[in-house]
Nanobody
Framework: QLVESGGGLVQAGGSLRLSCVASGYTFSNYAMGWFRQAPGKEREFVAC?????????YYGGSVNGRFTISRDNGKKTAYLQMNSLQPEDTAVYYC?????????????????WGQGTQVQVTV
């Protein structure tokens, strides 16, 4: 099970940090990713972090340089720090777990999904 939190309403230029707490599987074996979906649009890759100490990080082009993904295996939690938020970042944000541990950028590679948390950015 994955449970996201930290979404909300923020003005453009502001920041939010999303959290994703995992349970029911071996968190440290899985890569963790974040996706988002805006109304009427397809689910979009945001970021992914591999399982290992020499972690691989992947970012979607629209968030690269503004968002940072991280994880704490001891807390079984993944994070998404979002800075310089813009209205186009408005979406439901989902965390997901990828079983190879290496990371991926497509939704079909991910095994577990959270229920999503809403992020709304106003001008």
């Amino acid at each position: 099970q994955l449970v996201e939190s930290g979404g909300g309403l923020v003005q453009a230029g502001g920041s939010l940090r999303l959290s994703c707490v995992a349970s029911g599987y071996t968190f440290s074996n899985y890569a963790m990713g974040w996706f988002r979906q805006a109304p009427g649009k397809e689910r979009e890759f945001v970021a992914c972090i591999s399982w290992s100490a020499g972690r691989r990080l992947y970012y979607g082009g629209s968030v690269n340089g503004r968002f940072t993904i991280s994880r704490d295996n001891g807390k079984k939690t993944a994070y998404l720090q979002m800075n310089s938020l813009q209205p186009e970042d408005t979406a439901v944000y989902y965390c997901a777990a990828e079983p190879s541990g290496l990371g991926a950028t497509t939704p079909d590679a991910f095994e577990f999904w959270g229920q999503g948390t809403q992020v709304q950015v106003t001008v």
